[in-house]
């Protein structure tokens, strides 16, 4: 073969990974559209008050683990009993905190020592202390040596006393109607639903006060604002698009809510993955196989995060997260190409492996390789035009879809210049952010090659658009 052959058998595989990955995102923005107009119209909102009032209403214990978080948790806590909820238990899980994590909630809600029963169903780090509020009755924290997120997630569900709990992270931002929102495919087939998701969106530039959002509205920071458009895509598009196959892997760790009994019978999160959120929904795929269950994917329950507003940070969440992926894929392997787990065994599986995954890889090498083309002039002209429209324009294209359809279904009253704004970030984000990112996962797949297991750094500054001075929380 020679080089000329060569070449040409490159390009064709560059443009085929390519017109894959673009194929697979388009269908699922479809999917979406399609399943959010299916969601949309079985609501009937006059129906809420009448939910709020039924005895039939399940009761929810929200479980909120926190490793130095004194700057969020009060807020977010607050937020919560703020809820549109009739029968809701806050339990806050002070995991090692090193700062004034506990001394904060101790002071803002009078907590005293109480004692209650709790049952053993999942292995955790030793507890310290249970505290419950003088002045809030459904709030509890539970005091525990430092095991990790997972770990506190896990003594959580040991101290639930409810059949549902909702996990958040403290510094979540819930809407007030977030949660009747979710549970709603438990009421209408609690045989059978194990698991919901909501959508989450970007803290940062928002209006937030005692842990409610006051007004929407964008980031300062450009960083935030590519992520910002990330999450629309993945969020409201992508996730729903995979719960129309009925395979959706990921609910994310900021806000799910899940059947305690199912979680108890796969044996809770896993300490020992950096995506304990995702590897759960795996098991729960898993799950499903013997006892039908559902997991489900709503865009209407809405929460807000803080993202990373520094290229470090960002660099190390999205390493972080690809580590993560690949370690479930890894452990969950024996569910590609199963027919016993449905469409996450037959579809789901390997598109994330080929497209997720592996992602980076091939998309690295790809535009290397068409920089080298240009650069050394092999490059055929047909080839760089194709590349260019496929990797690219598609790329834009279906994200200013993503971003056109999501103001449309839910952000119809904003201002059209903050719309304009919107669409020129989704422009751009194609354009430079989407190849630097490649890279931070790279180097999560580098990080799991070389044994890295742990969290690394996360700086909080706060929620608002003047937060509090930046802290640093270090998690195992």
Same mark, same amino acid.
């Given at each position: 073969?020679?080089?000329?052959?060569?070449?040409? %058998?490159?390009?064709?595989?560059?443009?085929?990974?390519?017109? &894959?990955?673009?194929?697979?995102?388009?269908?699922?923005?479809?999917?979406?559209?399609?399943?959010?107009?299916?969601?949309?119209?079985?609501?009937?909102?006059?129906?809420? $008050?009448?939910?709020?009032?039924?005895?039939?209403?399940?009761?929810?214990?929200?479980?909120? #683990?926190?490793?130095?978080?004194?700057?969020?948790?009060?807020?977010?806590? @607050?937020?919560?009993?703020?809820?549109?909820? #009739?029968?809701?238990?806050?339990?806050?899980?002070?995991?090692?905190?090193?700062?004034?994590?506990?001394?904060?909630?101790?002071?803002?809600?009078?907590?005293? #020592?109480?004692?209650?029963?709790?049952?053993?169903?999942?292995?955790?780090?030793?507890?310290? &202390? %249970?505290?419950?509020?003088?002045?809030?009755?459904?709030?509890?924290?539970?005091?525990? !040596? =430092?095991?990790?997120?997972? *770990?506190?997630?896990?003594?959580?569900?040991?101290?639930?006393?409810?059949?549902?709990?909702?996990?958040?992270?403290?510094?979540?931002?819930?809407?007030?109607?977030?949660?009747?929102?979710?549970?709603?495919?438990?009421?209408? *087939?609690?045989?059978?639903?194990?698991?919901?998701?909501?959508?989450?969106?970007?803290?940062?530039?928002?209006?937030?006060?005692?842990?409610?959002?006051? !007004?929407?509205?964008?980031?300062?920071?450009?960083?935030? @604002?590519?992520?910002?458009?990330?999450?629309?895509?993945?969020?409201?598009? +992508?996730?729903?698009?995979?719960?129309?196959?009925?395979?959706?892997?990921?609910?994310?760790?900021?806000?799910?809510?899940?059947?305690?009994?199912?979680?108890?019978?796969?044996?809770?999160?896993? $300490?020992?993955?950096?995506?304990?959120?995702? !590897? %759960?929904?795996?098991?729960?795929?898993?799950?499903?196989?013997?006892?039908?269950? @559902?997991?489900?994917?709503?865009? !209407? #329950?809405?929460?807000?995060?803080e993202v990373p507003e520094d290229l470090s940070g960002l660099a190390g969440q999205r390493a972080r997260w690809h580590r993560?992926?690949?370690?479930?894929?890894w452990k969950h392997r024996a569910l590609v190409g199963r027919r016993r787990y449905g469409l996450a065994g037959m579809i789901?599986?390997?598109?994330?492996?080929?497209?997720?995954? /592996?992602?980076?890889?091939?998309?690295?090498?790809?535009?290397?390789?068409?920089?080298?083309?240009?650069?050394?002039?092999?490059?055929?002209?047909?080839?760089?035009?194709?590349?260019?429209?496929?990797?690219?324009?598609?790329?834009?294209?279906?994200?200013?879809?993503?971003?056109?359809? *999501?103001?449309?279904?839910?952000?119809?009253?904003?201002?059209?210049?903050?719309?304009? =704004?919107?669409?020129l970030v989704a422009v751009l984000e194609n354009l430079g952010y989407r190849q630097m990112t490649l890279f931070f996962r %790279?180097?999560?797949?580098?990080? /799991?090659?070389? +044994?890295?297991?742990?969290?690394?750094?996360?700086? @909080?500054?706060?929620?608002?658009?003047?937060?509090?001075?930046?802290?640093?929380?270090?998690?195992?």
């Open positions: 073969m020679d080089f000329a052959q060569f070449s040409s %058998l490159v390009d064709s595989g560059v443009l085929t990974y390519f017109v &894959g990955l673009q194929t697979f995102y388009t269908v699922l923005i479809v999917l979406a559209v399609i399943e959010i107009a299916r969601h949309q119209a079985k609501r009937l909102p006059e129906l809420d $008050a009448t939910i709020l009032l039924e005895d039939s209403t399940p009761p929810i214990t929200i479980l909120v #683990p926190a490793h130095n978080e004194q700057i969020h948790v009060v807020d977010t806590v @607050r937020g919560l009993l703020q809820l549109d909820y #009739p029968d809701v238990e806050i339990l806050i899980i002070n995991d090692g905190s090193t700062d004034e994590t506990l001394e904060r909630l101790k002071e803002a809600f009078s907590l005293e #020592p109480k004692a209650r029963p709790m049952r053993q169903s999942i292995d955790t780090a030793p507890i310290r &202390g %249970l505290y419950r509020s003088a002045s809030s009755e459904n709030i509890w924290v539970l005091d525990k !040596e =430092k095991g990790g997120k997972a *770990d506190a997630l896990n003594a959580g569900i040991n101290a639930c006393r409810t059949p549902i709990f909702c996990s958040i992270d403290a510094d979540t931002v819930v809407t007030r109607d977030a949660l009747l929102r979710m549970v709603e495919p438990f009421i209408h *087939d609690p045989k059978n639903v194990v698991a919901v998701g909501g959508t989450i969106r970007v803290a940062n530039g928002c209006e937030i006060e005692n842990g409610i959002v006051q !007004e929407v509205g964008a980031p300062d920071s450009w960083l935030a @604002r590519f992520q910002q458009i990330e999450y629309v895509r993945a969020f409201v598009f +992508g996730r729903l698009g995979l719960n129309r196959l009925g395979g959706n892997l990921i609910i994310s760790g900021a806000f799910g809510l899940f059947s305690r009994q199912a979680v108890c019978e796969v044996g809770g999160y896993d $300490a020992s993955t950096v995506a304990e959120d995702m !590897e %759960l929904v795996v098991k729960l795929h898993r799950y499903k196989d013997k006892h039908k269950g @559902r997991v489900v994917q709503l865009s !209407e #329950p809405i929460a807000y995060t993560g992926l690949a370690q479930t894929l789901v599986m390997p598109l994330f492996i080929i497209f997720e995954l /592996l992602g980076p890889v091939f998309e690295v090498l790809g535009y290397c390789w068409f920089i080298l083309a240009i650069l050394f002039g092999f490059a055929d002209p047909r080839f760089a035009v194709a590349f260019f429209v496929v990797a690219f324009l598609w790329g834009i294209i279906i994200t200013l879809a993503s971003v056109s359809a *999501d103001r449309w279904t839910y952000r119809s009253g904003e201002r059209d210049s903050a719309g304009a =704004k919107m669409l %790279l180097r999560g797949l580098f990080e /799991l090659a070389m +044994g890295r297991r742990g969290w690394g750094e996360i700086e @909080r500054r706060g929620h608002g658009k003047q937060p509090q001075a930046a802290t640093t929380e270090n998690r195992p």
